[in-house]
């Protein structure tokens, strides 16, 4: 099913993201997570794409292992910057083959020292957006960034290099993780004013690693709220205790944007199906889910 029509239902559509291994060795320990997360009847599953390509094979195999051995939709994500064309259009035929009807078309993060391989083709994600939609018969999803994307210091040009994502035929949009939900809401009235009125899911990350949320968040340039800087302050240094704050602040989180009338919530779960159990245990009846 496409994912762009599960997200236009009325109810709560909530998805998990997971990652690849990132070695053949980790395969079945990915494919044992992916499992336990599908016992909790995701609305879809979201598979990353290694930087750089480095994981192509394996985003298609987990991907496709979640849409035909577990029966639930599956969304690829595909990140062009290091790719040629050829490369990009091999990937489509295997993700096609693999019976992948959802993907998410990325840009992907430059090289750490910023040089590119020769002879790549793409700059943006809107020109691999633009190719698979010309190929046809893919549901497209895009990144939006509530807090401006890390590289574009004006938020205004961002919106609008949003736009011209949309504008290239993107069905769907899913978040960066926020902290603070009403820079969400700040976000998505914009975006609307922009002309921007595609399904948003919003990416809630559930920290449970101090050292981990400050890479990402410097990296990624998410703002940590003052709130949150004060469990991460307590319980930095208790994983215990780190684990059952940042999930207690997620699920506030969700709490307030379901109240709020957001439809798509997607669980960054880094492969943790006790996190993802935890906050769905919480919520059965916010999701309007009590038979599951
Ligand atoms: P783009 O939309 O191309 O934007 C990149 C930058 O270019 C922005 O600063 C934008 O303002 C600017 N820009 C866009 N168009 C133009 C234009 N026409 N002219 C000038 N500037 C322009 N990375 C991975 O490698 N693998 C993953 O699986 C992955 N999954 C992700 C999932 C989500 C939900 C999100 C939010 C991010 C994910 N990323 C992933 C990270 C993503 O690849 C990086 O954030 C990357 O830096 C930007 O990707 P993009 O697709 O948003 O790029």
């Not at 302050?233 to 059952?244: E, H, R, S, T, V």
Request: charged share 20%.
């Amino acid at each position: 099913m496409f994912i762009s029509e599960m997200l236009r239902d009325d109810k709560v559509t909530v998805s998990f993201e997971v990652f690849p291994p990132k070695v053949e060795s980790s395969f079945d320990t990915v494919k044992a997570a992916v499992t336990e997360l599908n016992k909790l009847h995701p609305d879809y599953m979201s598979v990353t794409y290694g930087a750089g390509g480095s994981t192509s094979k394996k985003t298609t195999d987990i991907a496709s292992y979640i849409q035909k051995d577990l029966g639930t939709n599956a969304l690829a994500h595909l990140s062009c910057i290091s790719s040629t064309r050829e490369q990009i259009e091999k990937q489509l035929n295997d993700m096609r083959s693999a019976g992948i009807d959802n993907i998410l078309a990325l840009r992907g993060d430059m090289p750490e020292d910023g040089v590119l391989p020769g002879g790549m083709e793409y700059h943006y994600a809107w020109q691999l957006v633009e190719d698979i939609k010309k190929k046809g018969g893919f549901c497209v999803g895009a990144a939006c960034y509530p807090e401006g994307h890390v590289e574009c210091l004006n938020k205004t040009k961002d919106l609008d290099y949003l736009k011209q994502k949309v504008d290239c035929g993107c069905d769907f949009l899913v978040t960066q993780m926020f902290f603070d939900n009403n820079v969400l809401y700040t976000f998505l009235y914009n975006a609307l004013k922009a002309g921007i009125d595609l399904p948003v899911t919003a990416g809630i990350m559930p920290v449970t690693n101090s050292r981990q949320i400050s890479r990402i968040c410097s990296l990624s340039g998410t703002s940590l709220t003052p709130k949150f800087r004060s469990i991460l302050d307590k319980f930095g240094d208790n994983p215990a205790a780190l684990k059952q704050a940042g999930i207690a602040y997620a699920v506030d989180q969700i709490v307030d944007m379901v109240s709020n009338g957001i439809k798509g919530i997607h669980i960054y779960t880094m492969n943790k199906p006790d996190v993802a159990q935890s906050i769905l245990n919480s919520l059965s009846s916010v999701f309007g889910r009590d038979d599951n």
